[in-house]
């Protein structure tokens, strides 16, 4: 029987302790195969982010498609490593920017971006090229809301605060970039925060319930090194930073031992001591799964990592795209590729 759909809060962290408990019984350095590649309707030829939903088993994909007005996003059963249906279903429904050439250089339009799932609400919150955040309601398989978050270019990548029911995405191409937080409670503006003109580019965000705070990485700029911003929902306000001198991050993740892992593989504790820094990672997005207890890099060549000892310990096979997310019950790794479908991987 299929899991339900939506979990409470409470639930989901058990869930993940759960997991957690068991990843540290299991030995890494196993090696992949590619289960399957699910094909895409209408092919897939350009997306950006993706994710996978515990509670539901269900793994969505932004995907831009390869004209304008017809951006999706798609949704795959991670149990069956099955393709389910598109949101919008109808054409004439409101949908996503889809692949839009940029009009100015750097602004890119395109989207959707980022997604995000709020299992309790049974929503999605989207990122897309008109600069809005789009919410999904997943019983009806439609957006039920549109939030401007006031820009030129793509609303990027975002996180979700369930302590204070707040959202952060990024407006990375705007100039200057900036942060928008949204109430869930009210699908509103809560405010914003401005980054310097100098800054190029925000990337991927995380919240702690342990700290409370929600950590951007972005990337070196201008002679300024890369680094992790800590960012408190309430006050809007970046705290501190933690640099990474030796990277310019974009991905990032925090696992359950407290610690930052950023997509090109420095490991950082919770106030900002540089843990490790081992080669051979690099990443757009990057995931951590509590199923294995290993962080998995969404990148051409992409690396497995172990959350323990910090190391790489092995490569996905024939992977090529960007992003990926994993199923925690069942540790398959799903990694769309361009012209190919989303590759379905799992350990031997």
């Not at 920017?97 to 299992?119: E, H, M, Q, R, Y």
């Not at 990122?127 to 009806?140: F, I, R, T, Y």
């Not at 699908?187 to 991927?204: D, I, R």
């Not at 799964?289 to 190391?311: C, E, I, R, T």
Request: with cysteine.
């Amino acid at each position: 029987m299929k899991r339900k759909a939506v979990l409470a809060s409470s639930l989901l962290v058990a869930v993940v302790l759960a997991l957690f408990a068991v990843a540290y019984a299991q030995a890494p350095g196993a090696t992949y195969q590619l289960l399957t590649t699910i094909a895409v309707p209408g092919g897939l030829a350009g997306f950006d982010i993706s994710w996978v939903d515990p509670g539901s088993e269900l793994y969505y994909l932004t995907d831009r498609t390869a004209t304008k007005g017809t951006g999706r996003i798609d949704v795959v059963d991670a149990q069956t490593n099955t393709f389910l249906y598109s949101i919008p279903t109808k054409p004439t429904e409101f949908g996503f920017s889809g692949t839009i050439p940029a009009v100015t250089p750097g602004c890119s339009i395109s989207g959707p971006n980022g997604v995000v799932a709020i299992p309790q609400r049974n929503q999605l919150y989207v990122g897309d090229g008109d600069s809005n955040v789009k919410v999904v309601d997943l019983a009806a398989k439609a957006i039920v809301a549109i939030i401007p978050t006031g820009g030129k270019c793509r609303a990027d990548e975002l996180a979700y605060d369930p302590i204070d029911h707040i959202i952060v995405i990024t407006n990375p191409s705007d100039n200057p970039p900036y942060l928008t937080f949204i109430s869930t409670d009210t699908q509103t503006v809560l405010g914003k925060y401005f980054y310097p003109s100098t800054q190029s580019g925000l990337e991927q965000s995380q919240y702690s319930p342990l700290t409370k705070r929600f950590y951007i990485s972005r990337p070196a700029a201008s002679g300024n090194p890369g680094g992790v911003d800590v960012i408190n929902p309430i006050t809007m306000q970046v705290e501190t930073t933690f640099p990474t001198p030796s990277c310019s991050p974009a991905g990032l993740v925090i696992t359950p031992n407290r610690h930052l892992v950023t997509s090109c593989g420095v490991v950082l504790d919770m106030t900002g001591n540089i843990l490790a820094t081992p080669s051979g990672a690099s990443a757009d997005q990057l995931w951590y799964n509590p199923g294995d207890h290993l962080l998995y890099f969404g990148a051409a060549k992409s690396a497995v990592m172990d959350a323990d000892s910090n190391q790489i310990v092995t490569y996905l096979p024939s992977a090529a795209g960007h992003t990926l997310a994993v199923d925690p019950w069942n540790n398959h790794i799903f990694a769309p590729v361009t012209g190919a479908g989303i590759k379905v991987f799992a350990a031997q």
